[in-house]
């Protein structure tokens, strides 16, 4: 069981979360998370590296046990994760905030206001994760019935000269794009949230929605950064994960602290 915090934040129906932050303020997230990035570099970068091994010891795994069918919904999934993996990267933001140092090992044993509220959260998005990854296997098998899966060497061809793969890849992004769209709305600021403050993970949840919906233009803008960034590492073999996802990391803290405000989680 997971135990509650003392203190857990209400999420009064009524309350407004909206700022009117203007569109363009996700550019200047960006900007700030470079700014940390760049305020002693390695601890970022050896963080981005080692999410870069991860990431290729999953894909490996998944290629050797020829698993590489669920490779793209994986892949996709691993953006429904990335903010609970960043956790270390959001205490070096709070650090640089409050003017101390925070080394790999603070960054890799992060101690939260929330205390395990945040690994439940993390189960609840792990096991989002993998209900997108499953969906993806009952809509290919939707389309192609029994055919075993033509391979990461064929699947382009099948998927645009195909009827069946083009319908597949229509249907397949929609069904996808609701996963994602939700996915972030639940995740982005509730991580964050949990290691800032005393919460516990459905009121963190169900915040993060809030204020992304009532802020929805900056955070369609940063949602499009930040997919734009990821098919970048995708293009790269991934290589580029080793600067992007510190990057996005401290550039998501400075959007919480833009978008979320002290009497947004505190009693009324």
């Not at 981005?48 to 991860?54: I, N, S």
């Not at 794009?177 to 939700?182: N, P, W």
Request: hydrophobic share 55%.
């Amino acid at each position: 069981m997971v135990k509650l915090p003392d203190t857990v934040a209400p999420l009064p129906a009524e309350r407004n979360y909206g700022k009117n932050i203007p569109a363009g303020a996700a550019f200047a997230w960006l900007s700030a998370g470079w700014r940390d990035l760049t305020s002693r570099p390695g601890t970022s970068l050896a963080y981005g590296l080692a999410v870069f091994l991860v990431s290729l010891l999953v894909i490996g795994t998944l290629v050797w046990f020829e698993l590489d069918y669920i490779l793209f919904p994986a892949l996709s999934g691993f953006m429904v994760m990335g903010p609970v993996i960043a956790i270390g990267l959001y205490e070096k933001s709070r650090g640089l905030e409050q003017g101390r140092s925070v080394s790999v090992g603070q960054m890799l044993a992060v101690r939260p206001s929330s205390g395990g509220q945040v690994l439940f959260t993390g189960v609840l998005l792990a096991l989002l994760m993998l209900l997108w990854m499953r969906a993806a296997v009952l809509l290919y098998a939707l389309f192609f019935g029994l055919l075993p899966f033509p391979g990461l060497n064929d699947i382009i061809p099948v998927l645009i000269g195909t009827p069946e793969g083009l319908g597949l890849l229509i249907v397949g992004s929609l069904v996808g794009g609701i996963f994602a769209a939700f996915s972030f709305a639940i995740s982005v600021f509730s991580i964050p949230i949990l290691l800032d403050r005393k919460s516990d993970a459905f009121t963190a949840m169900g915040t993060s929605m809030a204020l992304t919906w009532n802020n929805l233009p900056v955070m369609l803008v940063w949602g499009a950064i930040v997919v734009f960034l990821f098919g970048l590492s995708v293009a790269t073999g991934l290589l580029a994960i080793i600067l992007v996802f510190p990057l996005l990391g401290h550039a998501t803290w400075h959007a919480y602290r833009a978008v979320v405000r002290d009497e947004d989680l505190e009693e009324k």
